[in-house]
């Protein structure tokens, strides 16, 4: 098999959990290891200082971090020391998250989240890349400086719907995508991303597509671990109208999973048919792909392995 860059989300347990899983994806070869921030659990940023001082090779990145509850100067100050630590390994992934989130769990008012990511970008970027900023806009101001400039962190951000992969397209080196139908990656994010990028007279970023992943051969067994495990999506308002343009009205109409919505976001079957789909994510443009691992059954450990067995092979 040709070598494929493919990253696995390490997210689940505790803080010595989530690094074992990160450690053992860095023995089996796995090019990139993936953090969550949500709600109230572990954080990313954090984890993945620690991360960077035990680790050689495997790089990390955040799918992602949400703005709202953190400054973007103390999230620069943040990725200052994991970049100190893991020097070329890191990638900063930042995305607005979702208004009941936001405003249930911490308070905020939520609105305009692409001006949101938009402002929040510029001073990370700006501020880790020229060592400075001086900036005053809607929702951030920050005005200061730090010892020397970051410029081997790559900023990505979140992307769902038509305008965030444009604007990932123009202004970010890379969008996330998560539970997106890939048709709908095929046929809208990525002539989004490609439009973006000529408006803003540069190349398109990588898409970075965050997929649901499970080798295992009875599919309706599939469905209804993905029905557990994701199951708040359609729930979201954001996630309920991509799905209706993908072309599935349901999940407006019953905010929950259909069995094609999970058929046509969850990677799944025996080892060749996983490989399969996998690969053709990159032949349509897909840049990397982040395995999200759904594991299945009561040996949780044994299915996680055969998953992740598949990926080590396609990214070798």
């Avoid at 996330?176 to 970023?205: F, H, N, Q, T």
């Avoid at 359609?234 to 109208?241: H, Q, V």
Wanted: hydrophobic content about 45%; aromatic content about 8%.
């Amino acid at each position: 098999m040709s070598a494929m860059q493919i990253g696995v989300a390490a997210m689940g347990g505790d803080t010595r959990s989530v690094l074992e899983r990160i450690l053992e994806l860095e023995r089996r070869g796995i090019p990139a290891a993936w953090l969550t921030t949500g709600g109230g659990g572990l954080d990313a940023l954090t984890l993945f200082a620690a991360a960077g001082a035990q680790t050689k090779t495997i790089s990390l990145g955040t799918s992602i971090v949400p703005t709202w509850p953190r400054h973007p100067v103390v999230t620069a100050q943040q990725v200052q020391v994991i970049a100190g630590l893991a020097p070329g390994r890191f990638r900063l992934g930042l995305g607005p998250s979702h208004k009941p989130t936001m405003e249930d769990a911490f308070g905020y008012e939520f609105g305009a989240p692409l001006t949101n990511l938009r402002e929040y970008i510029h001073v990370v970027r700006t501020l880790l890349q020229d060592g400075s900023v001086d900036f005053d806009g809607r929702f951030y101001h920050a005005h200061v400086r730090i010892p020397q400039p970051v410029t081997d962190v790559p900023i990505m951000a979140s992307a769902l719907r038509r305008a965030s992969f444009e604007l990932c397209g123009a202004e970010t080196d890379g969008a996330i995508s998560w539970v997106c139908p890939y048709a709908y990656l095929r046929d809208v994010a990525l002539p989004a991303m490609k439009e973006g990028a000529e408006k803003a007279g540069r190349p398109a970023p990588p898409l970075i597509a965050h997929a649901p992943v499970c080798v295992h051969n009875d599919r309706d067994e599939v469905r209804a671990a993905a029905r557990q495990q994701l199951s708040n999506y359609p729930k979201l308002p954001f996630y309920a109208r991509m799905f209706a343009e993908a072309g599935y009205p349901e999940a407006e109409e019953s905010s929950t999973w259909s069995d094609a919505m999970l058929d046509a976001v969850v990677i799944s079957g025996n080892e060749k048919e996983v490989a399969a789909s996998i690969r053709d994510l990159f032949s349509w443009g897909v840049g990397e792909v982040v395995a999200h691992v759904l594991p299945i059954g009561q040996d949780r450990k044994a299915s996680w392995g055969r998953t992740v067995d598949v990926l080590t092979e396609l990214s070798a």
